[in-house]
């Protein structure tokens, strides 16, 4: 890991190498045009596939406004790797459990039942029902049927510590 100036003279957050590549992949692939750095567009497309959601205008403004105030066209590539440098070193580590249950639970109630859990696997993943039903059961610790957002946040905090 390592921490660098950028083209625009702040201190950014020490980035790993292997975050440092994906960022600059995430980068090429989002400019397309080879401009050499992301308007507006390409930034929302790319904190997409980095951060799996669509930032908001008001959180793109943000984004942007250094690069503005630097009267560049758009988000160059170091200044890219530095801002998602920075939002994965001030993500909460729950927040994307919490994403990921929240989009499981579409009715709202708080638990996740098997019906949920076949639907949303039938979305993204196609597996044999018998395959859903163990991976509902194994997340299922206290086996009420139900799925809460803490058995689930057990399991994708501590599941890979049962292999």
């Known amino acids: 890991m390592f921490s660098y100036k950028t083209s625009l003279g702040r201190q950014e957050p020490k980035i ?5 590549k994906k960022f600059t992949s995430v980068f090429q692939q989002c400019d397309e045009s080879k401009k050499g750095y992301l308007d507006r567009e390409d930034l929302k497309i790319a904190i997409v596939m980095i951060f ?3 930032p908001s205008k008001s959180e793109t403004d943000l984004l942007l406004h250094p690069v503005l105030q630097a009267n560049l066209p758009g988000v160059p590539l170091d200044h ?3 801002l998602m440098g920075r939002k994965l070193s001030v993500q909460d580590p729950f927040e ?3 994403q990921i249950f929240t989009a499981f639970d579409v009715h709202c109630r708080g638990f ?3 019906e ?3 639907k949303a696997f039938s979305s993204v993943a196609h597996l044999q029902d018998q395959t859903v039903q163990e991976a509902f059961r194994e997340v299922d610790r206290d086996s009420d049927g139900h799925i809460s ?3 689930l946040e057990s399991v994708l905090t501590y599941g890979q510590d049962d292999c």
């Open 80 to 82: 890219f790797i530095n």
């Open 16 to 20: 790993s190498e292997t975050d440092i």
């Open 96 to 98: 994307k459990t919490r």
């Open 52 to 54: 799996g959601y669509k």
């Open 149 to 151: 957002f803490k058995d």
């Open 112 to 114: 996740l039942t098997l």
């Open 116 to 118: 949920d859990f076949r």
